[in-house]
């Protein structure tokens, strides 16, 4: 039994840890003799108000006390296992292969996409030459959107599964094990690859299998029962348990469902733009005017405000970040954003975005599963035209935006495949213009500096989340209509970011893992 204390340092205190021990120790009231371990159980940072803290949790194990530590991960050899399917190599996809070769299952992916690598060469094919493969893209790919877009591994999901679980498998796989103490943890998106890589490979090592370009593109259901699926429009292949974890932007699969009448329906989701402000400046803010410290890191930010009935806030916020394009077809226009490891970048940016329910779309029909889909695909095609029909954005300078004016230059931004200047008000749905102008005005109070004309809006932010969910039963995972069929992560509308889809990965393969009656 440990015993666990909570003290708040200076940021340069945060790195003396004999300055740490004697702080905590005297908290415990515990004399440095009587404790045999001790360790930063959670690091987070206190900038509510000036000085700016750390706030440290300190786990103790006093000299009677033995500190437990099992192995994070442990495979079994599953060459000649029952087999389960899981398409897609998303967060979902990977975590549902590594606990189904941990549980004595064979996992067999199914990846529309290429490995890590190979997408390297499609991505620079996006930001330079403004050319969308669909199959490959930020979105699809080995590690899904993930990868290429940050790493952040902060949940509020802790009811949905072993979050520490999940954290712990990143650090056993290569990650660094900050992730596990930091109360916003963070990979990086230059680091994630290799990590992504090496859970591949203690996949295929245990017996599973990967296989790459390999597209979902049809099923066969016999008796609410699925039976088969076909790959590449060719091979049929056979399977009772298909764990579906194709990710928030696979339309394809909504459509095909669809048309195999398996029930899906239409799901709220948010959908705004992607703001850029200088890095310097959200420090200085977020820091109280504190922004040269050494000791502290780029700061970010969470902004959240109900205006007329809907709620607008801040999404996937990226300190010292890149804005990225996102698009998985042609003829639209998506943004996205992610940090190095180091969060070194000169700029801050994050999605300010409009939370979207089906009723609120003015051609809302209850029996249309596709009304937010739809309403999500207008808003990227418009912004595609409005721009000139490439993968540069429509952008705005903030208050220019708040104020009705269209932006006659811009400051520098990240965005490699360009800004269109345009007047987003007339570009954006009313629903979301008139809603983001009156969020924007409220967060300039709140975060004084925060609205200015140097911080530039690109349009759209519009992956928050699936605009589609497919039902399942709660207990057995099972989609509602159909055995062997488990509906999974975020494409499914059960997640919210890597750890929670990570998480549900695993939660569906125990599902079928207690199917097979299998001991792990």
């Given amino acids: 039994m440990s015993t666990l204390v909570q003290i708040n340092v200076l940021p340069h205190q945060a790195e003396d840890d004999d300055y740490i021990a004697e702080k905590a120790f005297a908290k415990a009231r515990l004399r440095a003799d009587d404790v045999r371990e001790w360790d930063i159980r959670k690091r987070s940072i206190d900038a509510r108000k000036s000085p700016v803290k750390i706030s440290l949790q300190i786990e103790f194990w006093k000299q009677n006390e033995v500190r437990e530590s099992l192995p994070a991960f442990v495979p079994q050899d599953v060459h000649n296992a029952p087999e389960v399917a899981i398409i897609g190599a998303g967060p979902a996809g990977l975590y549902a292969a590594l606990r189904a070769v941990e549980g004595g299952l064979k996992p067999i992916i199914f990846e529309r996409g290429k490995d890590v690598r190979a997408r390297r060469r499609d991505l620079a094919a996006i930001n330079k030459d403004h050319i969308v493969d669909e199959d490959s893209n930020y979105c699809f790919g080995e590690g899904g959107a993930g990868t290429y877009s940050d790493g952040k591994l902060y949940t509020r999901s802790k009811k949905r599964g072993n979050v520490l679980k999940a954290i712990e498998w990143f650090v056993h796989f290569g990650a660094v094990e900050d992730i596990l103490v930091d109360a916003h943890p963070h990979i990086g998106t230059n680091k994630l690859p290799k990590i992504i890589t090496t859970m591949r490979e203690a996949i295929i090592k245990a017996g599973g299998e990967v296989r790459f370009e390999s597209k979902l593109t049809d099923l066969k259901i016999i008796d609410h029962q699925i039976k088969e699926i076909q790959i590449n429009d060719t091979d049929w292949l056979p399977f009772d348990n298909v764990i579906l974890a194709t990710g928030h932007s696979a339309r394809d699969i909504f459509y095909l469902l669809h048309k195999r009448k398996v029930k899906i329906e239409a ?254």
């Fill in 267 to 520: 799901k709220s989701f948010a959908i705004g733009v992607r703001i850029e402000h200088q890095q310097e400046l959200i420090d200085h803010i977020q820091y109280h005017g504190d922004s040269d410290n050494p000791y502290l890191p780029p700061a970010s930010y969470s902004l959240v405000q109900q205006v007329d009935g809907m709620g607008v806030y801040s999404f996937c916020m990226c300190p010292g970040g890149i804005i990225a394009p996102c698009a998985t077809a042609q003829e639209e226009v998506v943004t996205n954003g992610w940090s190095p490891s180091k969060r070194d970048n000169p700029y801050s940016n994050s999605g300010i975005v409009v939370s979207v329910t089906p009723e609120d779309l003015p051609n809302y029909k209850e029996e249309d599963p596709f009304v937010c889909l739809d309403f999500q695909k207008s808003v990227e095609r418009a912004c595609w035209e409005a721009a000139g029909k490439t993968q540069a954005v429509p952008a705005q300078r903030m208050r220019d935006f708040v104020d009705g004016r269209i932006s006659k230059n811009f400051p520098k931004t990240s965005y490699q495949p360009g800004i269109v200047s345009v007047d987003l008000n007339k570009v954006l749905p009313p629903l979301l213009a008139k809603r983001l102008k009156k969020a924007f005005l409220t967060f300039g109070r709140k975060m004084k500096g925060y609205l200015t004309n140097d911080a530039v809006l690109h349009a759209p932010e519009s992956r928050t989340s699936s605009p589609v969910s497919i039902p399942r039963d709660p207990v057995t995972l099972e989609h509602i209509e159909i055995k062997g069929l488990y509906p999974c992560g975020e494409g499914a509308g059960y997640a919210g970011g890597i750890i929670s889809a990570a998480i549900d990965g695993i939660n569906c393969v125990d599902r079928v893992v207690e199917k097979y009656d299998l001991k792990n």
